[in-house]
């Protein structure tokens, strides 16, 4: 186990509280928060069948998880500053987005030894307001450094859909709010599925300018199992989505703008079956799944261009936050010992423009 000396910093972090924000499951936990297994059966009525596949368990999801969850999912290890990335607030339209930036900030980060580096919100740059919507964020924080607007769309219509149009990053309208960022200097967090990561390199091409960091290396849904109505069925499946994936990383790292999260590797949508058998990953099993994806990585984008994320609570479903970060960090220390600290500190430093405190 590689002792990590220095603080780190968690690039994309969800601050949620189904209790008392508009919070999508917040009618069911007031009325069933007393009672979990009824909650469960409930968010499972509500909620469509592909998205619970995609998230695995509910629980993570109708709980809170605020600064006081993550400080005790750390455990021993010193995290200096966390970057909150916007996490589906309720009220979508317009405006109301702004409602989570000035929740984030109002978190008492400071109360559990913690600095809030970053917060990336979210923004839909076809919104005919969306020059107001992006000053309305900077308002309401002096730590707002860019937004997310994901695109996840697959074509196994099995996987769900995480936006309203398959190629979100292609259309004229997107296009034309997006040119905004670099004016405002904001960077921009992209997610989508690996199918789609043509369209994240032609947005980076496009604004060449604009600084981007792929979300989730680009979640290769299926690649460790079956998801959806035909992904990931077989080997020889899973192996054409790793040899596809690999050959397009390797095209996204030529655009020097593009940087990417080491992180959600242990979402359900990529075919993990843990959750199913109410089992964690050990350090050694996600060492062995990912170790693959993050020397690919690291070898096409350099470690100035790769960070550390947790993507707490979505990956609590199929291991602990200690066990995600000892294995990527004897990956990286397999890889090159000397990568660490610019991995899990440096990189997310830079590119959030994080105040050393």
């Known amino acids: 186990m590689n002792h990590l000396d220095f603080p780190i910093i968690d690039a994309h972090i969800h601050q949620w509280d189904p209790y008392n924000t508009p ?53 021993h290890y010193q995290v200096k500053d966390v970057v909150h990335v916007e996490a589906n607030w309720h009220h979508q ?9 000035r929740f984030i900030e109002s978190l008492p980060f400071n109360a559990q030894g913690l600095n809030l ?3 990336v919100a979210t923004a839909d740059p076809r919104h005919s307001n969306f020059k107001k919507i992006l000053k309305l ?40 709010g997006f040119e905004l960022l670099a004016q405002y200097n904001l960077s921009f967090d992209a997610w989508v599925y690996s199918t789609q990561l043509s369209d994240v390199i032609a947005l980076a091409k496009q604004f060449p300018e604009t600084s981007i960091v792929l ?13 959806g109505k035909v992904t990931g069925l077989t080997q020889t499946a899973r192996d054409n989505i790793l040899f596809q994936w690999k050959q397009d ?13 080491m992180s959600g590797l242990l979402m359900p949508v990529l075919g993990h079956q843990f959750h199913k058998h109410n089992q964690i990953a050990s350090k050694n099993e996600i060492f062995d799944l990912v170790h693959p994806l993050i020397t690919h990585v690291l070898q096409h984008f350099g470690a100035y261009r790769v960070m550390f994320a947790s993507n707490f ?26 990568l660490l600290e610019q991995v899990f500190h440096h990189t997310a430093q ?3 423009r994080i105040q050393s405190h």
């Open 23 to 75: 919070h999508a499951a917040a009618r069911a936990v007031k009325l069933f928060g007393k009672r979990p297994y009824l909650l469960d059966k409930v968010v499972r009525l509500l909620q469509p069948k592909d998205m619970l596949e995609s998230l695995g368990k509910t629980q993570h999801i109708t709980a809170p998880y605020l600064p006081q969850q993550y400080k005790k999912d750390i455990g």
């Open 93 to 101: 339209k317009g405006k109301g987005v702004v409602e989570e930036t």
């Open 117 to 119: 580096g970053a917060v």
């Open 137 to 176: 964020h900077k308002q309401a924080s002096p730590n707002f450094r860019g937004i997310r607007k994901m695109a996840s769309v697959h074509e196994d219509s099995g996987i769900h859909a995480w936006t309203d149009e398959p190629h979100l990053y292609r259309n004229t309208q997107f296009l034309k």
């Open 215 to 227: 979300d989730h290396f680009g979640t290769p849904a299926g690649l460790f199992g079956a998801v």
């Open 249 to 261: 990383m390797a095209e996204l790292s030529e655009c020097a703008n593009v940087y990417t999260k």
């Open 313 to 338: 609570p979505m990956d609590s479903v199929s291991s602990s936050l200690i066990n995600i970060i000892d294995a990527f960090s004897d990956v990286v220390a397999s890889y090159d010992p000397d």
């Open 350 to 352: 830079q590119f959030y």
